[in-house]
């Protein structure tokens, strides 16, 4: 009797101590492992992944990282979140635009967070609430072939997309991801329904090609599959920079009465129910800081500082240098349903 009591009590004290390692003690902390957090990434993944290898390098954190594929970008990451919603697993979103962003939050997804250097963002680049925080701006503008297209004949707008003279020799990516949703989403809010159903129908009249995304969009007009085309900074940048690509950048609608010129912010969102909270603090304050900013404006990316404390200069035009389209990115949010809806329709694409 009494070496089989022993034999449980030895067993029980062996069962206790795995379990208190699963719940808390050898570095783990009721919220998750303190020395583990997920971000799902929808920037690019050559232009996030070093940032977040570095500080996982300095501060011996494990980051697990899940990346979004360019032909979905951001709405796989924003889908994946939705539907793991009754058990997250990511703690942070790191998109590369804003319009999914604030999906989730109008879905009550996201929870309110500090980082350290939220002070420094001005506050149309924030939430009220603080579940979100903008940064590292990119511009949405015209790539144009400049080997197919003289100086002064390059088009000044995104009207021109539907001009007839460049039917079948311009390209948007699809409208219904990344930037280029987040754009369409935003024209609506500014023109209203009529103006821009209008607007896209117009385009597919005039046969404006939909690559899967924005940097496919750079990489043919780069090779002269298209006169020219709409896409983002950072994807322009590289083929201007890195490869030699005989392109230029048009920064459109920059007449008098014109639209502006749109700029779309990372944003960085805590997911609500973050497993592991204490880390995902920590990891937020790292990437929203001076030091990330200039990094990715130095790097091929050429993104724009937001942070009135980082001291980096832009290799591109930004919304203090040229005019910006006035834009209420909550209530361009608020109209995504209906307005993919539309073009899921009109361009009979998933």
Not at 263 to 287: M, Q, V, Y
Not at 343 to 350: L, Q, S
Request: hydrophobic share 45%; with cysteine.
């Amino acid at each position: 009797m009494h070496i089989r009591t022993t034999t449980r009590t030895l067993r029980e004290a062996l069962l206790l101590a795995a379990f208190a390692g699963l719940c808390g003690c050898g570095g783990l902390t009721p919220e998750g492992d303190s020395d583990r957090v997920v971000i799902y990434a929808a920037l690019d993944e050559e232009f996030s992944k070093p940032i977040l290898e570095e500080y996982e390098a300095e501060t011996g954190v494990r980051v697990d990282a899940k990346y979004d594929v360019e032909s979905t970008k951001t709405v796989g990451l924003t889908n994946a979140i939705i539907a793991e919603a009754d058990r997250p697993r990511a703690d942070l979103f790191w998109n590369n635009e804003i319009l999914n962003t604030l999906r989730l939050h109008r879905l009550g997804l996201l929870e309110s967070f500090a980082p350290e250097h939220a002070d420094a963002i001005p506050d149309q680049y924030k939430a009220d609430d603080g579940t979100w925080y903008g940064f590292a701006a990119r511009a949405r503008v015209l790539i144009v072939n400049t080997d197919l297209v003289p100086e002064s004949d390059r088009p000044t707008s995104i009207l021109d997309l539907a001009d007839p003279r460049w039917k079948g020799k311009a390209a948007i990516a699809k409208p219904l991801f990344g930037t280029t949703a987040s754009h369409a989403a935003c024209l609506f809010e500014a023109w209203g329904d009529e103006k821009a159903k209008q607007y896209f129908r117009d385009l597919k009249a005039n046969e404006v090609a939909i690559p899967s995304g924005n940097k496919q969009v750079a990489q043919d007009v780069a090779s002269g599959r298209f006169a020219f085309g709409l896409t983002d900074t950072d994807d322009a940048m590289v083929m201007i920079e890195r490869l030699g690509a005989p392109v230029a950048i048009v920064y459109p609608d920059q007449d008098e009465g014109g639209l502006g010129t749109l700029f779309i912010p990372n944003t960085l969102a805590r997911i609500k129910g973050s497993p592991h909270a204490p880390a995902a603090d920590e990891l937020a304050s790292a990437i929203i800081s001076p030091k990330v900013e200039a990094a990715l404006a130095a790097g091929p990316s050429a993104q724009i500082p937001l942070l009135e404390t980082t001291d980096a200069s832009a290799r591109v035009e930004t919304p203090r240098s040229i005019k910006a389209m006035t834009v209420d990115f909550e209530a361009a949010a608020a109209r995504w349903d209906e307005v993919a809806q539309f073009i899921r329709e009109e361009f009979a694409t998933d």
